[in-house]
């Protein structure tokens, strides 16, 4: 779980891991109505003003893809994927409401060139991730279909419950019924509580993630904190 810091001096357009609120906050250089723009005319603009090209560079990118429909840019590919995300989530609550769109704005703001017409399921841990950058960016509710893929996800990962983990916690009564379904026994509170319990014991650490014993509550607590703190580190763009 590698983090998206930055050092200060590196241009955030031309870093294919470039965190997400790092590239948001670049495009405000650009102007409020950067984000409608089509996809050749902001390559253009950010290739002129952060890429040291000149007018006559952008224009000729310009008149290269009206010709030919293939895009001139330096702008890489992942970069060019995530700005494509940041204008969803800022336009529509599409990424709140479909899951394959929820889905592939997830592979692409974990690092992923997206592959379309592809399922590309997500960890549980990308899913907390992509929650929190959406989040952010336009907070919104959630609908069902989106909050079925995260349990999914959570009880493919083993998770007992999702519930300490904010950014997953909606997708728990989910993830409850598929694991019921799988062993045929209903949640323990008792367990649930003391999972969660030791995960906020963890948190207030503030530690490393340290070894623990093979038992269900301090591995599951362990598990959330992991993925807890892969969601948070991206907030922490400073």
């Not at 889905?103 to 991730?129: H, M, Y």
Request: with cysteine.
């Amino acid at each position: 779980m590698a983090g998206l810091k930055m050092a200060a001096d590196t241009n955030p357009f031309y870093t294919p891991t470039a965190n997400p609120l790092v590239l948001l906050e670049a495009l405000k250089k650009l102007g409020i109505g950067a984000l409608a723009w089509t996809p050749e005319t902001l390559m253009a603009a950010i290739d002129q003003k952060f890429g040291g090209w000149s007018k006559a560079q952008a224009d000729d990118a310009l008149e290269h893809f009206h010709h030919t429909g293939t895009l001139k840019t330096n702008v890489p590919q992942l970069v060019r994927e995530k700005l494509y995300a940041i204008r969803v989530i800022s336009t529509s609550n599409s990424a709140q409401t479909e899951w394959h769109i929820f889905e592939k704005i997830g592979g692409v703001f974990n690092d992923r060139v997206a592959q379309f017409g592809t399922v590309e399921p997500l960890s549980a841990a990308e899913c907390a991730r992509t929650v929190a950058l959406i989040e952010e960016m336009r907070p919104d509710t959630y609908e069902n279909e989106v909050k079925i893929y995260i349990a999914a996800s959570c009880h493919v990962d083993g998770l007992y419950t999702a519930a300490p983990v904010k950014w997953l916690a909606m997708a728990e009564p989910y993830l409850q019924q598929m694991n019921f379904e799988t062993t045929g026994e209903h949640v323990d509170p008792q367990v649930k509580d003391a999972i969660g319990a030791e995960f906020a014991k963890y948190k207030a650490n503030k530690g490393t993630l340290r070894e623990v014993e093979e038992e269900l509550v301090p591995v599951q607590a362990t598990k959330l904190l992991a993925i807890d703190e892969y969601a948070e580190e991206v907030l922490r763009i400073a």
